[in-house]
């Protein structure tokens, strides 16, 4: 398609969805043509209609490397693309300028003006993430949302083999989520982020940043970082900042990963916590056994029905709030109950810390304490409360926040896969993964004869949903049967006693 015809079809969508205005448009299609090697522009072009910004991008990038202009890799269209789209993005001041106007009206406004630009600006990956296999499961426990996540394509072996030739020994900028990414052109083994914008707060008198996950796993997926590089640590400041973030933006939920390996996130380098507008499973989720601790008269405390053990606390109070937070943290990093086979300590090594979420919920604030455990054995090598070998075929990783929360990110893995363990239950083909094999059968004999092209989706995507409440169930360190169930009790009752605060 004609090269003209696309620049001018990415100006008019810039300009309609307001990222440049109309004085804009002579100066951005100079930049653009510069970047294109172009050296003239007809008169009277006009764009293409019906096309997205992505869309328009692809081709755009198509262009330069037939001309030519970029190489053969993933990492240099990424870059390139990135650098065409800065012309078109406001420089960090003015964004941050727009954002608190909008906030000025409601904060709700402010959220949605920059995830929209976020969008626009093709730095949230919306062609990509439209890939993913997306939907809910039915569980005793609410509706699980599971997704599998398609958005980053697996690359072949010349792929990876020229990306380690080329990769650089570079240290700048220090990790993912340090504020240098903003602007950065990126390179092999870096992700671009000439298109990127960070949103400036202060919680807790403390400098943090606001911005948006590229790859959204759902509604507005946001990630609230620390100015400064430094580990992630859960305390009381971090409670501190969590519910200073929920009273700023009360439309959104925040929360922390844990901060020790197997139990943690994928970065725990830098402090960092994602958030959004959107309602987990385990937001809805019933309370159970609640409980009154004597130094909080003002913070209502209970358990949670979900598969993982949950701590609820609710108060108008924030510094009370705080306070029992930070009691339970305390009390939990030490606790240990053998009949349930949960240590705090092997040696000085700590085992114990907690995955925190905040809301505010009909004007009280509201912290969701998930009580997690990094213990290792000889029969659980990685990790006790962690995945355990019999759904290893479908998830291994890591349960980080948004699991935690009620969302399974599955690897692409499966999309073949499935489709492989489909054929099979409907007898078109007898090859499947070796790794699945013995859950095949299993869903044979379960279901028998139910098995038909007209049900077999639905049934194989609920039965990888019940998979994953398995592996939530196994991250639990006070399991859902009788002994498991009185041992959480039998601590939540330790927690009513005198606090020494």
Request: hydrophobic content about 35%; glycine content about 4%; aromatic content about 10%.
């Amino acid at each position: 398609m004609e090269i003209h015809a696309l620049i001018q079809s990415l100006l008019d969508q810039s300009m309609e969805c307001e990222m440049i205005e109309r004085e804009d448009e002579i100066y951005a299609r100079n930049q653009l043509m510069s970047l294109l090697q172009l050296a003239e522009f007809p008169e009277k072009m006009e764009g293409i209609k019906g096309v997205s910004i992505p869309e328009v991008l692809e081709q755009i990038i198509q262009y330069a490397f037939e001309k030519e202009m970029i190489g053969i890799l993933d990492a240099d269209r990424e870059i390139f693309s990135s650098k065409l789209m800065n012309v078109l993005v406001q420089r960090p001041s003015d964004v941050n300028r727009r954002f608190y106007r909008n906030y000025e009206k409601d904060p709700t406004c402010a959220t949605e003006y920059f995830y929209q630009l976020s969008q626009n600006s093709n730095y949230i990956q919306t062609k990509s993430i439209a890939k993913n296999i997306s939907y809910k499961t039915d569980t005793p426990y609410g509706e699980l949302d599971i997704t599998i996540n398609l958005s980053k394509p697996e690359k072949d072996p010349k792929q990876i083999a020229l990306e380690k030739e080329k990769k650089q020994d570079v240290q700048y900028p220090k990790c993912l989520l340090c504020e240098e990414n903003e602007g950065y052109e990126g390179r092999i083994g870096h992700p671009a982020r000439s298109n990127h914008r960070m949103i400036r707060l202060e919680l807790e008198d403390e400098p943090w940043y606001l911005q948006y996950s590229p790859y959204v796993y759902y509604n507005e997926h946001c990630i609230v970082l620390s100015k400064e590089h430094r580990d992630m640590k859960i305390s009381r400041k971090g409670f501190e900042r969590l519910l200073s973030f929920v009273e700023k933006f009360p439309h959104y939920f925040v929360g922390s990963n844990a901060d020790l390996p197997i139990v943690g996130g994928s970065i725990l380098t830098h402090d960092h916590y994602q958030g959004g507008n959107y309602e987990f499973a385990m937001a809805r989720a019933d309370e159970e056994y609640s409980f009154q601790m004597k130094e909080f008269s003002n913070v209502s405390a209970a358990t949670v029905k979900w598969p993982m053990s949950v701590i609820r606390l609710r108060s108008r109070m924030k510094e009370e709030l705080i306070q029992a937070a930070d009691y339970i943290l305390t009390s939990w990093k030490g606790y240990s109950d053998e009949k349930v086979d949960i240590h705090a300590y092997s040696g000085d090594t700590p085992h114990n810390t907690i995955t925190p979420i905040a809301r505010m919920r009909e004007g009280q604030f509201e912290l969701d304490l998930v009580l997690r455990n990094n213990r290792t054995s000889e029969k659980y090598p990685l990790g006790i409360f962690h995945p355990h070998s019999d759904v290893h075929h479908i998830k291994k990783e890591n349960i980080g926040l948004i699991e935690v929360m009620g969302l399974a990110v599955l690897p692409a893995r499966l999309k073949e896969e499935l489709e492989e363990v489909k054929a099979y239950l409907l007898g078109r083909s007898p090859i499947v993964k070796d790794y699945h094999l013995h859950w095949a059968e299993e869903l044979k004999s379960k279901y028998e004869a139910e098995w038909s092209e007209d049900t077999a989706e639905e049934m194989l995507r609920r039965e990888v949903g019940l998979k994953f409440q398995r592996v939530l169930e196994d991250a639990g360190v006070f399991k859902r049967d009788t002994i498991g169930q009185v041992a959480f009790q039998r601590f939540c009752e330790s927690l009513k006693m005198e606090a020494s605060l």
